[in-house]
């Protein structure tokens, strides 16, 4: 689907020329993964491929939002005068949570729109296409009604629909990932402060590659909630031990203690690697600003080992990828995103790309019996309006 298919069709649905358009990223996760909701630090960047949004205002409070990605729903109306969740309704619901917080937080909404949306993120891939949506979003309504959001009011409100509208109890990083990208730069997030700085992302020599399984994961209906769960179960035995508020709070030097208070294996496992993975990430961004590529990419691989054997949210599919990407000549690769399926990304020598997709995807195909598909990755900026 192109650009210039999704403003036709707008003139098809609407009988009009859409009278803005807009953008925002999605973003990939280098490393930090599932501790986001545990107060950890985390190592996102925006990346080139996002969410377009077609629009034109509307002299009646209808929204009618039409998905090039989503193309069988068809045209979904709906009123300012319901915003209730309604599973009928799917992606449009993303849409409806963040006008409904927006009016909660006295906002004034003064018309409703008409809207073509087209996402250039796979679907259910793990590069936060649902985030994307919530931060476009937000970026439209402050234009279009003139709320003047600023970018972290955007990422709260994002992680607020999230949360309370969706019913995924996600953490900070997406919608902060997103909403404050800037070109060529990672953002080294602390999520229990909501603090940020931005690193330079520079891999010279190197690429970021994105490879996507092409299994789809649902955020809601994965095993995401029983994650995190476990790690509010545990941080629960372990408060009466330590002085923490969060499960990052604690060194890996105290695992041998954890491992006996908690007294529940499973439990331990996920500790483990909530507490290791936050190590790993301030390590990580250190040694990239230091441009020491070899160890971050042994970083990569040695997160998605600890996602694999104590978070066990990876799987056949990206384990195939992650194992094939090595083989191919990847100096470190992990999955990305909440795991189940989704993507995987690989650290790999310029040189070597052609060969590398190539390979890894012969590999791939030869395992799981169909294809994965392949992204080169650039760090961008945030939501913006285009037109």
Known sequence: MSLEQAIQKFKDLFQETPTATFFAPGRVNLIGEHIDYNGGLVFPCAISQG???????????????????????????FSL??????????????IKGVLETLQEQNHEITCGLNLVVLGT????????SSASLEVLMCKLCSDLYELNLDPVQMAL??????????????????????????????????????????????????????????????LADSKYNERFAEC????????????????????????DHIKGYLQNDTLY???????????????????LFDKNLKTFGELLTASHVSLKDDYCVTGKALDTLVEAALNAGAIGARMTGAGF???AISLVPEEK???FIEQVGKQYQEVMEYAASFYIATANAGPIRLA
């Not at 002299?59 to 998905?67: P, T």
């Not at 005068?81 to 619901?93: G, M, Q, R, T, Y």
């Not at 496992?269 to 040694?287: F, G, L, Q, S």
């Open 232 to 255: 509010q179960e545990a941080l629960a035995i372990l408060k009466k031990h330590y002085t923490i508020e969060h499960l990052c709070d604690l060194p890996s030097q105290e695992l």
């Open 341 to 343: 399926g989704g993507c």
């Open 157 to 218: 409100i994002g992680k607020y629909v999230e949360n309370h509208y969706i019913g995924v109890n996600s953490g900070i990083m997406d919608q902060f990932a997103i909403a404050l990208g800037e070109k060529n730069k990672a953002l080294l997030l602390d999520c229990a402060l909501q603090k940020y700085q931005y690193i330079p992302l520079e891999l010279d020599g190197y690429k970021l590659i994105i490879m996507n399984t092409n299994k789809r994961r649902e």
């Open 51 to 77: 969410t377009y949004a077609f629009v034109s205002k509307r002299e009646d409070n209808l929204f009618q939002a039409y998905s090039m990605n989503f193309e069988s729903l068809g045209l979904v109306s």
């Open 269 to 287: 496992k996920r500790v483990k690697h909530v507490i290791t993975e936050n190590e790993r990430v301030i390590t990580a961004h250190k040694v």
């Open 353 to 355: 790309i052609d060969s």
């Open 81 to 94: 005068d319901d915003l209730s969740f309604n599973p009928k309704h799917e992606w449009c619901n993303y």
């Open 121 to 128: 993120l796979p679907n259910g891939s793990g590069l936060s």
